[in-house]
């Protein structure tokens, strides 16, 4: 499968929304990432339900919605009614997970389960055959523009196995300080999907960076000076 990449939408400039509307449909984005924060989960608050409806209708792209909030029990239904296609919860803000992820998709959405970067990939033993998606937080979440924590590669490559063990479909998806330089080793080590927002949004040219996550630029020939 050609990976994806799902430019996170807390990175895009709010005062021009028009202009990233039409960036995020005219690149070649798969998804669009979109990062709810209650202040609970964790220390930071963002957009909510009201956001995402009102953006729907203006971008031809699946919402992935990447849930850091308590108690997702009590939204599913009405981020499904915002516009939701893919809703991500955290591991670590569920307790009866099982339960979490089976009323994900009786209301017809994909269901994806999050790990913090301090939350171990074999916890996912007994679930991984239910979800659609893992996704591996590669910074503590609650903040765009962090640094990347290299221990994801670890994680993925234990995600993968464990994926391949139990024959589950889920991909793997990567987020928190992605950027051009380390896309392309992230998903030679085994990622699908690429969550970018600094590295997309604050680039000078944010559809020609997805352009290079997307398809990775060639190396540059070898000089001939010696
Ligand atoms: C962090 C969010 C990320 C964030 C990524 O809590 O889950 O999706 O937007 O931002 P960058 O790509 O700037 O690290
Ligand atoms: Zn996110």
């Known amino acids: 499968m050609k990976h994806l990449i799902a430019p996170s939408l807390l990175a895009a400039d709010f005062s021009k929304m028009e202009s990233q509307i039409e960036i995020i449909n005219k690149s070649e984005a798969d998804w669009l990432h979109l990062d709810i924060m209650d202040g609970r989960f964790v220390p930071n608050i963002s957009f909510g339900m009201p956001i995402l409806k009102s953006l729907r209708p203006h971008i031809d792209k699946p919402f992935d919605v990447h849930l850091m909030i308590v108690e997702p029990d009590n939204y599913i239904s009405d981020f499904k009614k915002a516009g939701a296609d893919l809703l ?85 998806q990567v987020d928190g300080g992605v950027t051009v330089s380390n896309a392309q080793s992230l998903i030679n080590s085994g990622a699908d999907v690429l969550v970018a927002g600094s590295a997309i949004f604050n680039a000078p040219n944010p559809i020609q960076a997805v352009k290079e996550m997307k398809h990775f630029l060639p190396d540059p020939p070898a000089s001939n000076l010696v």
């Open 88 to 172: 991500n919860v955290h591991y670590e803000a569920c307790t009866h997970l099982h339960r979490t992820i089976d009323a994900i998709k009786k209301e017809g959405m994909q269901a994806g389960v999050t790990l913090n970067p301090h939350t171990p990939v074999f916890l996912l033993e007994d679930i991984i055959t239910e979800v659609d998606l893992v996704l591996l937080m590669s910074v503590n979440p609650g903040f765009g523009g962090q640094k990347f924590i290299e221990n994801t590669y670890k994680k993925i490559a234990e995600l993968k196995a464990l994926i391949e063990r139990k024959h589950s479909r889920a991909l793997i």
